[in-house]
């Protein structure tokens, strides 16, 4: 196994979307969403271990989480970073390449969250294995991009050079969540992809990036480059790290640089954002109804994903294409076709 490559694990959002089960103390990256005796994190980290040493696999997440992390993966404490305050992904991302450039300046880092739904892992690791060999033969800010296969409005998209007839081709722009025309629009022309949010670069591809486009963030977390993999690390990020500008890797950095490409992959994903994309990729009953956890009844009930505490007799009848979820202390009938409202539903509520 290769030694250079490295992996930053994004494990520290809310997924408020899965709400009651994905909660502020407990979010969905920690649950077994899918049923099968592994939360998404476990999945997640052993699928990166099939390239990456586990050793080199830094999973970055808030402080709150720390414990969470450490009961679900069998890694070293020194593995977990912490964030003391919610910055999005560019200043966490930079702290982890510091640290990592600091034990292996060949580093080939992989970013990717840990909260997403991967058929044929297989292919992933293939593809990943290819994404590498491109970026340490060019200075490249490398991301995988998903073949679309219906005109989906809730993700970002990636346009790449439709005159490119590379393997890896070279990244236009990338675009925001559309409207359906747009979408359609997208899927017509040929050259977008869904974006995944999942990265390969060069530990010294990123670090120019960003003292090139982000000199004052680059500045201020290179002031701890001593600090790095030594006891005085903690007490320096939780100084300097609220300092930080509140941005993405997306804004900060992919949209302002020229050497971004894009690996058009053809493995199946799910980014898990919602029940109703859970519900996608459950399996169904003969009514296609999803089930996880709960013993069922139904009539006249069809389309529905039901989730329950293990075990729980749910009786249900006349209700089609609805959420129904039941935790210890909350129950939900949500109907699926809302489900881009929910989110607000829950802030809104402080739920």
Known sequence: MNTDYFAILMAGGVGSRFWPVSTVEFPKQFHDMLGTGETLLQKTFSRLQKIIPTQNILVLTNSRYNDLVLQQLNIAPEQVLLEPAMRNTAPCILYATLKIKKLNPEAQILVAPSDHWIENETLFVHHLEQSFDFCQNHNALMTLGIQPTHPNTGYGYIEFDRLDENLIKKVVQFREKPDLPTAQEFLERGNFLWNAGIFIWSAYAILSSFEKHQPKMFALFQQGENTYNTPEEKDFIKKNYPLAENI??????????????????????????????????????HDNNAVINAKTITEDAKNNIIRTQSGKLVVIKGINDFIIVETQDTLLIYPKSDEQTFKSIVQDNNL
């Open 248 to 285: 993405s890797i997306d804004y900060a950095i992919l949209e302002k640089s020229e050497n971004v490409y894009v690996f058009p992959s053809s493995f199946d994903w799910n980014d898990l954002g919602t029940w109703g994309s859970l519900y996608d990729k459950l399996p169904k009953n």
